[in-house]
């Protein structure tokens, strides 16, 4: 295997554009539920764990960056081969490809769920799969620019929504957030770690880099697009927190989605109706990202052809999401997902750097 990548100026990109790909694909089908999940870890000292999990991320985004940097255009597939060894590279590799196949049926699952609970509860399960599947090929089939371009143009689609949320400001209660430090630290901890599946897919890093023409000023886009995510996840917490009692938030599986109940206009009465259907934009780009990385991985690691390798996704995804079909099933999988994903997204990184280095460093004295 070639540890790094030929990349055909054809298929690179300015590091512009990692803004939009870091951002888009870590706010999905994870921020509709993110304030419930994080209130019942941390109480309403959730926004203590946003933030000291925002600061985390930048720690982990540097690693990554750093990691990528002792090469000169090389995947996380080829970095690994190069760090393990042939047989161990692939086993890890192999890991890493479940955990996105993964999380795109978790994605696929969660907002085919949102959309029969909230507008069409008669719609069959198959017909959402094949409708967002189609669209999934679509994307992946135009190639890396393609599927760049659907983060970029979708960002612009749908960053107008988080406007709408001044409705339920003006009803929020100060008091839910006192007395202030109440949670105890390893509840904060908790808090932090269940932030996890909402802002997985920084892991697109390892996949996209070597497709980056101006490799120098990755680090500042990736960073802003990260502030971003941070201030988002914080934003429909605390103002989740604020609106809803205790009781109707650990009783709210989608206390994001539910405050676009509140909002009315003239011209229409059930904006929730319009914030879900606008949501497939959101969650749309982690699709097309997550099977574009699956996809460059069997093509790495088994030499499937791209299309081959498509058809096979297309296929399991459909089944999976036809085969899970209770709530608690979908939790379960939500579940397995985000601990696979901390581990490998948030823990890994660090190991890898730490083993790059340290070999780096052994070989540097062993030659002097």
């Known amino acids: 295997m070639n540890i790094n990548l030929s990349v055909s100026k054809a298929d690179s990109v300015r590091a512009f554009y990692l803004f939009f790909i870091v951002h888009t694909i870590q706010i999905g089908s994870g921020l509709m539920g993110v304030p419930r999940v994080l209130f019942l870890e ?52 192999s890991v890493f490809t479940i955990y996105i196949f993964l999380i795109l049926l978790t994605v696929i699952k969660n907002y ?18 094949l409708f967002l599947l189609s669209l999934m090929v679509y994307g992946v089939l135009g190639g890396l620019r393609v599927v760049i371009g659907t983060s970029f143009i979708f960002f612009f689609l749908t960053i107008w929504l988080v406007f709408t949320i001044y409705k339920p400001i003006t009803y929020m209660d100060v008091g839910h957030f006192l007395p202030v430090f109440q949670s105890s630290p390893m509840e904060i901890l908790e808090g932090m770690r269940m932030m996890t599946y909402t802002v997985l897919g920084m892991e697109v890093l390892f996949f996209v880099y070597p497709f980056i023409e101006n490799k120098k000023k990755a680090a500042l886009p990736v960073h802003l697009a990260l502030v971003l995510t941070t201030f988002l996840v914080l934003l429909v917490t605390v103002v989740s927190i604020g609106y809803f009692s205790a009781h109707q938030l650990k009783e709210t599986v989608w206390a994001t989605l539910a405050l676009f109940k509140i909002i009315h206009f003239s011209m229409i009465e059930r904006f929730d109706f319009i914030a879900v259907s606008l949501w497939m934009m959101v969650v749309l780009p982690n699709i097309v990202m997550f099977c574009w990385m699956l996809q460059q991985s069997l093509k790495r690691l088994f030499r499937i052809p791209e299309k081959k390798s498509m058809y096979g ?56």
């Open 313 to 368: 996704i297309v296929v399991l995804i459909f089944l999976g999401s036809i085969l899970i079909e209770y709530r608690l099933d979908i939790n379960r999988l939500t579940d397995v997902t985000s601990r696979l994903g901390f581990y490998l997204v948030f823990v890994y990184p660090v190991f890898l750097y730490l083993v790059l280095v340290t070999r780096n460093w052994w070989r540097k004295r062993r030659s002097t």
């Open 42 to 93: 941390a109480g309403h000292d959730a926004w203590i764990s946003i933030l000291l999990g925002g600061l985390y991320l930048h720690f982990i985004a540097w690693i990554m960056l750093r990691i990528l940097g002792h090469y000169e255009n090389a995947d996380i597939i080829g970095i690994q081969h190069d760090v393990f060894g042939n047989i161990l590279g692939k086993i890890v590799s």
């Open 112 to 129: 085919i769920e949102v959309v029969q609970v909230f507008i069409f509860p008669e719609i069959p399960t198959w017909l959402m799969a």
